[in-house]
């Protein structure tokens, strides 16, 4: 975060009188995006959801849920016009540091067809482990397939400077 913060970006949790803010960036960057009633769902759900802006622009965001041991997760986005600066591997270099210690592995799934994000998760470590098939909605009204993938974490991990 000391690189984001030194170029003027902020990171802050978002809050319920995000979920407009949150939808309507989801909608500038996801074909099929979630709406703010499921941005609410998610914070009253109590996962974390992390805004990262500039100034009083937000131009991205990151959905996670911790769940004992691990973390998923569950949506990201950078707005279109603020992406290919290295602003997503930066945030998520970020969260993956400031995850419980305890946590043993970040998980989520990706589109097959999101090729940047897939070299992205590479880039950071994560690796494939299946395949859920028909897993999301596609633009010609059929499916698309889900890479499941996941990132080895905990002390050993971390204590090894891998992060």
């Known amino acids: 975060m000391r690189h984001l913060t ?3 970006f902020h990171l802050r949790q978002a809050n319920k009188a995000d979920c407009s803010t949150l939808a309507n960036l989801a909608r500038s960057a ?3 995006p ?3 009633a499921q941005y609410l769902q998610s914070l009253v759900a109590g996962h974390q959801c992390w805004l990262l802006a500039i100034g009083d622009e937000t131009i991205g965001f990151c959905v996670l ?3 004992v041991d691990e973390a998923e997760i569950l949506d990201m986005a950078i707005s279109p016009r603020w992406r290919r ?3 997503a591997e930066q945030l998520l270099t970020h969260l993956i540091a400031q995850l419980p210690r305890n946590t043993r ?3 989520l799934e990706v589109r097959t067809s999101n090729l940047t994000a897939h070299s992205l998760y590479r880039k950071l470590g ?3 482990d299946g395949l859920r098939k028909n897993y999301y909605p596609a633009d010609n009204g059929g499916r698309e397939d ?4 996941s990132l080895a974490l905990g002390p050993f991990v971390k204590a090894a400077g891998r992060l």
């Open 6 to 8: 030194a170029c003027g």
């Open 30 to 32: 996801h074909s099929h």
């Open 34 to 36: 979630w709406n703010r």
């Open 65 to 67: 849920n911790q769940l």
């Open 85 to 87: 600066r290295g602003l």
């Open 105 to 107: 592995r970040l998980l």
């Open 126 to 128: 994560f690796s494939e």
């Open 146 to 149: 889900a890479v499941l993938m």
